[in-house]
């Protein structure tokens, strides 16, 4: 093909796959040019009747119908013609006038009115929605003008949305927000995209995320509303089946890609449009892709392998170099047919293809000997790709891309042959008897095609769709431990000291208050022969504030002084105080030490300082913590290097997010930095919120955000579930400014007579509501005051052991989904508000989740033996097994093998959350391995 002059490339037309035949001049009994026009893609769409011209004379008009119903249908079209005359007509043979087809050069301007069936307008439908008549939601497409319209004038019906075609930011109906009200499925499994395929977006989605078309629909309207995954995934669980968030995730990335190569198809469309190589064959092609891949492999290309023949060119003036070139071309050909690669795919799914590494020549002549052994186990590596793992799929490509491995996919030879027979004999087999030497040539072709093209494009393909994998498994995998680390429970009311571990720089001391108040800071010098003089000040500073609890960060040194902890607290030289100590992960502590945000929250302090608070403030409050710090630096699990980091970081922000909006925040306490991670809100209005609290005052009620500016009704809808207040504080606060603004009322009456009233204060048009202190929505409020009223109770009884005894009593007589259709709502929406009216005040999620491990004494490594049952805590989790931490200094490894559902509790069954960084275990050691510091486990329970 190389010899081959560009121009005829340029000029060349090429098959259309659905033609599925060889070009005429292989076929033996071609020789004249009506044959060769018999070769041209054959369009799917049907050419427009020629119309008359200007001065051509008109055709006569058909002979009236002699019955009452064809001359009812003549008028019909009659009006229809009136109304659209865009449409040409002409007379057709059966006396009745028929709607003319497009031509096939005008596809492409509209293309999705080419697979479109005729809409027939519906009747609108009155459905019953909590004693209102609501219009059900059908199809907002117009009347099709291809469909006779009844009567005199077209009645454009408009159908009401029920939950998600109002735009953001602007008024939201009533019906936007379900409140809790038993629809299933509001809008239908149409969805209308902004680019529009041959396939319908909502089956795809489906079938691709194995969630039900009808969830799938829901969950389009609710992301194109800007809903956020923690609302939908509390507040909409009657509309996405009770998914859980990482579900909500999986099916946003999907969507995404679903629309980029909807967006990329169309572009492409306008692209060949412009010049003017849009067939009709061409666009259908487009249009029936699913994926980039299919894409990239449509051909835009036509080839004219007539035009090839140029006695005195160079490259076309022999018999062998023609060959040569169509061998080339139609080996192009086979290669980019949707046809035969679907063939080819569907023939390897069937047959052993494994994917093999080796150790690289280059690398083990002059290679790093420990970077080498750090993939021994893949010097030699061999495996089915139907069965190896992502983490291996990841080590592999670490391997290749610092060239310690070679990879390659292996394709057995029965792939190859049967192939090359179906092409062909099947696929690409000529209409009529060939010569022996165009056989020849055909048969060269697709050899050709399959080992330059077809194979090269199959490895790839391969590789692609398992590191793809294998990057979406483990960035999920990093999600749950994130979520595991900051759902890990505070330790409340205890004065804590943080160490940040040293050598030549010493040890860094911070003592916090249980308010995390800094109470003092220190250095101390542990490994450098002072470690006996600077007991006795460690001492003095436990005693001095009470405090009982270390918190060591697991950095450099954390080893040794840990042990140095633990033989003072084994001596009881901290007596009379019970010194506890555990470990925590320090990732991020340096990089948010310098970093403008704690300059700004401790600007007094130095910063190697900084990291020592950072430390013990994780144990006390993780979440508040570690949200101050990207997520990537966190250290949440291997390998978060080699997968995509766009990937990873929108991943992790939104585990951030839920995590954070589960939890809840108290408006009139929380940092700024916590504030951006409610769902609904960002940087520039958590500090518009900031400002608004310092400048009126704190808040009183939810409704009371509205009045923050930039937070229109889409983000107040989105965040105000997850805002709490302390109804204490609130009634304390409205108290004492109610009587200085009774006393400053009287004096303004007094001496300010005949004046404009000023208009009253953002505290005095507000009164608390108890309900803001719960996880109930406010959209659901009127439910939850039904039902308050339904078992007797009232709102000062929330979080009582009053409000649980009626809530029982109601429940147990009525029982839940009885309950709910008495007040017309879903079960969903009433387990929740039954939540928010009985968890005790101050209710925290994080106390279902695991404690810090605290422990008064270190275990070596070699004191290990195999059968030693010991307790740990979970410090990774990755692909292939749980890291633990059993207090020797080096995490043992729990198999993934020997993690099975029996051993996990109900709760941790319940959650689908397996195991996570913070848990706590009862593990027995297998094997030891002091040489390569490597430790069996297996899990024994779950603590």
Known sequence: MSSLPRRVKSEAKVLTSEDNELPSFLDSSSESEEEEEAWEPKSKIAKRPRLPKKNEAKPKKAAAPRSAVARKKVKKVAIKEEMDVSLPVAPAEDNRIQLLKPKEEDVGTKPETLHQKPVVPKKTEINSFQG????????????????????????????EDLAFDEPPFKKIKSTTCPEGRPVKNLGGNKVKEEFEMNWDIVQVLSEITNVEPWVCANLIRLFQEENTIPFIARYRKELINNLEADALREVQQTLEELRTVAKKTHTMIQKLKKEGKLSGCLLTALLNCRTLEELDHVNPMELNLFSYIRPNTKGLSTIQEVEAGVQHILADMFAKDKVTLDFIRQLCQQRYICIQSALAKMSSKGGNEKDIDKFQLYHEFSCNIKNIQHHQILAINRGENLK???????????????????????????????????????????????????????????????????????????????????LTSPVRGRTLMGVDPGYKHGCKLAIISPTSQILHTDVVYLHSGQGFCEAEKIKRLLLQFNCSTVVIGNGTACRETEAYFADLIMKKYFAPLDVVYCIVSEAGASIYSVSPEASKEMPDLDPNLRSAVSIARRVQDPLAELVKIEPKHIGVGMYQHDVSQTLLKATLDSVVEECVSFVGVDINICSEILLRHIAGLNANRAKNIIEWREKNGPFINREQLKEVKGLGPKSFQQCAGFIRFNQEYIKTFCSNKKTESGSHTVLTKAGAQGKKKSKPTACMSHQPNPLDQTCIHPESYSIAMRF????????????????????????????????????????????????????????????????????????????????AVLTGKVENATPFGVFVDIGVGKAGLIPVRNITEAKLSKVKQRR????????????????????????TLDLIRVL
Not at 912 to 935: A, H, M, Q
């Open 788 to 867: 308050l009223s339904f078992i007797g109770g009232n709102t000062n009884e929330i979080g009582k052991a009053d409000m649980q005894q009626k809530v029982n009593a109601v429940i147990q007589k009525e029982g839940l989904e009885g309950t709910a259709k008495r007040l017309n709502t879903t079960v969903h929406t009433l387990q929740l508000i039954i939540d928010g009216l009985t968890q005790p005040e101050g209710f925290d999620i994080r106390t279902d989740f695991d404690k810090p491990d605290f422990k008064r004494s270190i275990v070596c490594f070699e004191d290990l033996c195999v059968g």
């Open 912 to 935: 689908s959350l397996g195991l996570g960084p913070g848990e706590r275990v009862e593990v027995k050691v297998l094997n030891v391995d002091i040489p390569r510091l490597r430790i």
């Open 132 to 159: 209102k008549n609501v219009k059900s939601l059908e199809s907002d497409e117009k009347p099709s003008t291809s469909v006779p319209i009844v009567g005199n004038q077209v009645k454009h019906e408009k159908s």
């Open 404 to 486: 310690i491995l070679t990879v390659k996919v292996n394709i057995p030879d029965g792939v190859k042959n049967e192939f090359c027979w179906w092409c062909v004999n099947e696929r690409w087999r000529p209409k009529q008897f060939l010569k022996a030497e165009l056989m020849r040539i055909l048969r060269n072709s697709v050899e050709d095609a399959y080992k330059r093209l077809i194979y090269p494009l199959l490895c790839r393909e391969f590789r692609s769709k398992l590191t793809s994998d294998a990057e979406k498994e483990s960035v999920m995998m990093f999600g749950r431990n994130l979520r595991q680390l900051l």
